[in-house]
């Protein structure tokens, strides 16, 4: 049985500070280039969910697959690193971007090919353009059963047990594979550490490299068409307005009934404080 973890990298947009956002003279775009790239969050979550499952079931392969040029195969040795056997990068246009559905097509043909695939994990979305979509086309895309938002999985005797974010709650199913998951996080689900030997290791590990079929009109096409799923009008960035105010004690009044009387004030002149 064999389980596939799609990955993607991103820019560490945590780490960009506010006066660094820079718009480009067309008024339309954003330079962030230069910030650190890492592992999209919720795909370290659904990683760290497979790698649980092999903790509790050692008969299991795990394969992670990422889009991209080579640039992004540090995210699959860090995948290696942390105990992943077989790293996959589907080699695309250099500084390319895709459609989900582009994206859809080329891992489900990677992922047809791997026979005795049971399990799909894909984050629930991308920390870049947040489509949450890529996991659910990809289900359409296999002909398999699909889950959004699980946040545990666990597999027992052929069945997994899957917990699932609904309106009402946390809602718990089993079911038999195949399916395809998207995974939402949860507060004990980050990615483990790699150690100093492994991380070396998997520099040397080989990364099997596929070229999508039929990449250079089907990925041209669907790459152009990525232009209309957004369409930037104006980019501005709100400027901040800070407001400090001393208070010294009084003998008429306390500083705790000072900080009462200002929200008070600024209910009634902004609205109800919530």
């Not at 697959?65 to 942390?82: C, N, P, Q």
Request: glycine content about 4%; some cysteine; charged content about 25%.
């Amino acid at each position: 049985m064999t389980i596939i973890s799609c990955i993607k990298q991103v820019q560490d947009l945590d780490m960009v500070l506010t006066d660094d956002w820079f718009i480009q003279e067309d008024g339309k775009s954003i330079d962030i280039s230069y910030a650190n790239k890492i592992m999209n969050t919720y795909d370290e979550t659904a990683l760290e969910l497979m790698l649980r499952l092999v903790d509790e079931a050692q008969k299991i392969n795990t394969h992670v697959i990422t889009v991209g040029d080579k640039s992004k195969e540090s995210i699959l040795r860090k995948a290696l690193a942390v105990g992943v056997q077989k790293a996959i990068r589907i080699d695309v246009v250099e500084k390319a971007e895709y459609t989900p559905s582009a994206i859809a097509k080329m891992l489900a043909s990677v992922i047809e090919d791997t026979k005795d695939a049971e399990l799909v994990l894909c984050g629930r979305q991308a920390d870049n353009y947040s489509h949450g979509l890529t996991g659910q086309l990809l289900a359409k895309e296999l002909g398999w059963p699909c889950f959004t938002l699980v946040t545990e999985i666990e597999y027992k005797q052929g069945i997994y047990h899957l917990s699932r974010i609904v309106e009402e709650g946390i809602e718990h199913i089993s079911v038999k594979g195949p399916i395809v998951v998207t995974v939402s996080q949860s507060g004990n689900k980050f990615l483990r550490m790699a150690t100093l030997k492994k991380t070396m290791e998997a520099k040397k590990q080989e990364i099997k490299v596929i070229i999508p079929k039929e990449s250079l009109h089907i990925s041209k096409k669907l790459m152009k068409s990525n232009k209309n799923l957004l369409n930037i009008v104006e980019l501005k960035v709100n400027k901040t307005n800070k407001h400090c105010i001393y208070w010294q004690s009084r003998e008429d009044m306390s500083l705790q009934d000072q900080l009462q009387e200002l929200l008070l004030e600024y209910s009634k002149n902004r609205g109800a404080i919530g």
